[in-house]
């Protein structure tokens, strides 16, 4: 069997399996949305936490750990914090921007099928490819209804995530307050 024969098996099989794949997917994405809307919801900052992440970093420098070293922590706490924030949201990004095109594989698919399809019932017409190529726009609305949530999702959440960070500075600003007073008190 030569490669063409074996990818026109492979595009027999329809675009079902694709629409499976694009509601599993959309699945997945609304569990996302879901956690990512409570973290964001729940998720306090406060000066005490990003200076207990500081001191944690700052653990390894030993008693008095130098100016570079504290900014060092304070950049490794706010680090922290973004990737918490971050956490879950590329894959929002990628779905958002890549299920179009998994909608249009099965576009696609379905339409192959459909014109093999009507090759070997030439007497059905028009009437057997058009009922094959609306099924196989399906997936590319599929697709569309996958992506648009996952877009604006993403969107929204990657905005929140730049506000908090802009907290998150403000409040590492304190939290550097807080891990140079027990030094003035030593000193």
């Known amino acids: 069997m030569d490669i063409t024969a074996r990818f026109l098996a492979f595009t027999l099989l329809g675009a079902t399996w694709v629409l499976w794949?694009?509601?599993g997917l959309s699945v997945l994405s609304f569990a996302?949305?879901?956690e990512r809307a409570w973290?964001?919801?729940t998720r306090r900052l406060s000066a005490e936490t990003l200076a207990a992440d500081m001191r944690d970093l700052l653990a390894l420098e030993g008693e008095a750990p130098s100016s570079d070293a504290v900014?060092?922590?304070l950049a490794g706490a706010k680090s922290r914090e973004r990737h918490r924030f971050e956490r879950?949201?590329?894959y929002l990004g990628t779905l958002g921007s890549n299920a179009p095109f998994i909608g249009l594989f099965g576009t696609v698919l379905g339409i192959i099928k459909a014109f093999h399809d009507l090759a070997g019932n030439q007497a059905g017409g028009v009437s057997v490819v058009m009922a094959g190529i609306s099924e196989a726009l399906v997936s590319t609305a599929v697709g569309l209804?996958?992506?648009i949530p996952a877009v604006v999702a993403y969107n929204t959440f990657n905005r929140r995530v730049r506000a908090h960070m802009g907290q998150v500075e403000w409040m590492a600003h304190l939290a550097l307050e807080h891990i140079k007073a027990p030094a003035a008190e030593v000193g």
């Open 88 to 90: 879950r949201l590329a």
């Open 71 to 73: 900014n060092a922590a």
């Open 32 to 34: 996302v949305m879901i």
């Open 21 to 23: 794949l694009l509601v």
């Open 145 to 147: 209804l996958v992506a």
């Open 39 to 41: 973290y964001f919801a």
